[in-house]
């Protein structure tokens, strides 16, 4: 630790973050290119030049909060995860997976996993979304899907659901065990296109432009065809499907001549099976019961103790990530 202090030994210079916020991090040739498989593919003769003595890099993707936590454990080992909230942990994973340090990967989805009863029903997208992009987050990733596969719509209920992807929204609606009225999906899904524009839109819908449809109906374009229209109650739909007409298949809009909805030129899964209901519980107990599992979230109950530091020896030398 007091060499990473000492001003005149390093012959490294970094700079994280993008402006108006880099910061400069002096380090060691050596102990970088021990340390990290990344830094000793950067620091090669093939790819890093001085220039006065010293070798520089740039790391815009990384902000100088993480990369000195990234530093100080290429340093020491150590890592102190007290007081760091999950898209911290986040980024400090993103960061060790770039940089090839493997060890600290495992540590951080450890860590991230104890404390599962903490994000679980806040953060799932924020986690789900860092264990499709990181690819050496597997325990993360299969965590998820545990938990996804045991309640399917988990990551629709979840707090930060407007970070979900398009891909993962369409994967959610095609199922057919989510514990959700209809209706309940539509509302969150109107909701998470609304919150995918770059702008804010007025709650009142009868004051939206013509524009702000056009770009809602664009967001939403892959979803609707997975939204089983049959399986929603007339006055629902009246009230709450209705007003959004500018954005939805003109044959779903359309009376017929009893003065009802056109329901039978819709899309093919407009016509699938209702998703798991039932008149004497709700869809949720429903869904569960269908699995053969009536889930009681004790292990969510079982909260372990938050471990201040992450000590971890050794060198990460087992991963060979590709120079990006």
Same mark, same amino acid.
């Given at each position: 630790m007091t060499l990473l202090n000492e001003d005149n030994e390093h012959d490294v210079i970094i700079e994280a973050g993008e402006e108006p916020t880099v910061r400069k991090f002096k380090a060691h040739y050596y102990i970088l290119r021990m340390r990290s498989p990344y830094f000793r593919q950067a620091l090669s003769s093939r790819w890093a030049q001085q220039v006065n003595g010293f070798f520089h890099f740039k790391k815009p993707n990384i902000s100088p909060e993480t990369f000195e936590i990234i530093?100080? !454990? #290429? !340093? @020491?080992? $150590? #890592?102190?995860? %007290?007081g760091l909230k999950e898209v911290e942990i986040i980024d400090v994973l993103g960061a060790a997976d770039e940089l090839c340090l493997t060890v600290l990967v495992e540590a951080l989805q450890e860590k991230l996993m104890e404390r599962k009863h903490l994000w679980i029903n806040k953060q799932s997208v924020l986690i789900y979304n860092a264990g499709q992009k990181y690819p050496t987050c597997t325990k993360l990733l299969e965590t998820m899907y545990e938990a996804i596969y /045991? %309640? +399917?719509e988990l990551l629709l209920k979840s707090e930060d659901f407007s970070a979900l992807e398009v891909e993962t929204v369409v994967w959610l609606l095609q199922k057919d065990d989510l514990g959700m009225l %209809? #209706?309940?999906?539509? =509302? =969150? #899904?109107? %909701?998470?296109g609304i919150r995918q524009l770059p702008f804010q839109l007025d709650p009142d819908v009868t004051k939206w432009r013509d524009d702000d449809f056009i770009l809602l109906k664009e967001k939403l374009r892959p979803c609707i065809p997975y939204i089983r229209w049959r *399986? $929603?109650? &007339? @006055?629902?739909?009246? &009230? /709450?499907?209705t007003i959004y007409g500018k954005i939805l298949p003109l044959e779903l809009c359309e009376p017929d001549i009893n003065g009802s909805s056109a329901f039978y030129n819709l +899309? $093919?899964?407009s016509e699938a099976m209702a998703r798991i209901q039932s008149v004497l519980i709700? +869809? *949720? /107990? &429903? &869904?569960? $019961?269908?699995?053969?599992?009536?889930?009681?979230?004790k292990d969510d109950k079982n909260e372990k103790g938050d471990d201040v530091v992450i000590g971890i020896g050794? @060198?990460?030398?087992e991963c060979e990530e590709e120079l990006l």
């Open positions: 530093l100080r !454990y #290429i !340093y @020491t080992s $150590i #890592i102190n995860v %007290e /045991q %309640e +399917p %209809e #209706i309940e999906l539509w =509302r =969150r #899904i109107v %909701e998470w *399986h $929603i109650g &007339a @006055t629902d739909f009246a &009230a /709450q499907v +899309p $093919i899964y709700d +869809p *949720h /107990q &429903a &869904a569960r $019961i269908a699995k053969g599992k009536d889930k009681d979230d050794g @060198t990460d030398l």
